[in-house]
């Protein structure tokens, strides 16, 4: 049964025989069939929209490897193309927006985006991949946090200094307000929809939660990923992950979350002493990790177990999203380690 997966059960901080394990951006450019997927497709947003091939690459990774978790192929940036800001993928550059939020008027305009009408291609891509899954393994939806979709839809793409958000953010945070105010509306309503299509969980990636000051992410980003959290309200189990936001792990535990996805900064053993056993955490293998040889691979995926110890729940994770370069057969072998590792560190202090 589904709700007895691993990573259900880990959610649910319930005991489980192995640690679960899946990896931010698992469908993706390091894998060859993904690449020749987007090339059948003709572009990335093109891929997102077609849901038999979102599908597709959704299950590629899970074919390789014994993940224990899907995540549905989309893009956090689906809500702002959703709302007229004309997305594109710049090759060897990124996301960028044709129409970019510069005025009062430009936020004014915007509406809430129907997560059937205008996003329905996600909600049918959740149920393509349902039926395929069969219950194999538990499916997760997502969303951007709203700070985090703010960023781009007020830069016009990737921020590398985040000059004019944060401009914007002291000169004028009313409007501010009111723009994050309406993005968690829209986000709430899309994972809503995502969870009807059978979303067996949700994630809220706030990528840019950690640029801001401790006083600002409390007033600018972590109240609007609570809103979203209450709106869900535990029909499925809910993971918010600011990336950088390690010092501020007790406030994040505190909005209701199920879980709280950790980057590679925070030891995850001193980051449960923190937070208690209130929440789940999944993380948090550095990236940079999967471009080492086995042994090391094998060596700081074992740490971090060890480090967590043989408490329920436990998903283990990247700290962020694996990267183009890095070879499959490394994956194989982090996925592998888990499993294995975390079985005898589980079955030890069983019999110990
Ligand atoms: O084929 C390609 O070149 C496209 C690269 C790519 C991919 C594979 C983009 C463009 N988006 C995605 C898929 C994606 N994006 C998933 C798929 C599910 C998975 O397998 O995990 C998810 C969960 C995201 C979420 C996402 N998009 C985030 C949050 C997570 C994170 O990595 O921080 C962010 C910030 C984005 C924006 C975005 N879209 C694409 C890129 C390259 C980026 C990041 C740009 C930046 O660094 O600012």
Redesign the pocket.
């Known amino acids: 049964m589904l709700s007895n997966s691993r990573f259900l059960r880990a959610l649910r901080r319930e005991p489980v025989d192995a640690t679960p394990v899946w990896v931010?951006?698992?469908?993706?450019?390091y894998l060859p069939e993904?690449r020749a997927t987007?090339e059948r497709a003709g572009d990335?947003l093109t891929?997102c929209k077609t849901p038999e091939l979102a599908c597709e690459v959704t299950l590629q990774p899970l074919a390789r490897f014994p993940l224990d978790a899907a995540?549905?192929?989309?893009?956090?940036?689906t809500i702002p193309d959703a709302m007229g800001l004309g997305l594109s993928?710049v090759e060897g550059i990124?996301?960028r927006f044709a129409h970019p939020l510069r005025s009062a008027q430009d936020i004014r305009r915007l509406g809430i985006p129907d997560p059937e009408d205008d996003l329905g291609y996600v909600s049918n891509a959740i149920r393509l991949i349902k039926r395929e899954l069969d219950d194999k393994v538990p499916l997760i939806g997502?969303c951007?946090s709203p700070w985090?979709l703010a960023t781009?839809m007020i830069e016009g793409g990737?921020?590398h200094d985040f000059k004019l958000v944060k401009q914007m953010l002291y000169d004028e945070p009313a409007l501010l307000h009111q723009l994050l105010d309406l993005l968690a509306k829209a986000s709430s309503a899309y994972l809503k929809a995502q969870i009807s299509a059978g979303a067996d969980a949700v994630m809220i990636?706030d990528?840019w939660g950690g640029i801001l000051s401790s006083n600002a992410y409390h007033s600018f980003s972590l109240p609007y990923i609570k809103h979203i959290v209450d709106e869900v309200d535990n029909t499925v189990p809910t993971i918010a992950f600011t990336?950088g936001g390690g010092l501020w792990l007790e406030t994040i535990a505190d909005i209701g979350c199920s879980a709280l996805g950790l980057d590679w900064s925070t030891d995850v053993g001193e980051a449960r002493q923190r937070v208690g056993n209130r929440v789940a955490l999944q993380g948090n293998l550095d990236p940079a990790i999967l471009r080492a040889k086995p042994a090391a691979i094998i060596e700081q995926a074992t740490a971090i177990l060890n480090s967590f110890g043989a408490h329920p729940g436990h998903i283990f994770n990247l700290g962020?999203?694996i990267t183009p370069d890095i070879d499959p057969e490394n994956v194989a072998i982090l996925v592998d380690t888990v499993h294995t590792a975390s079985a005898a560190i589980l079955q030890s202090a069983k019999h110990g």
């Open positions: 931010m951006r698992q469908a993706g450019r993904y987007r990335f891929l995540i549905v192929f989309s893009d956090i940036l993928l990124g996301p997502f951007g985090t781009y990737s921020g990636f990528t990336k962020h999203g």
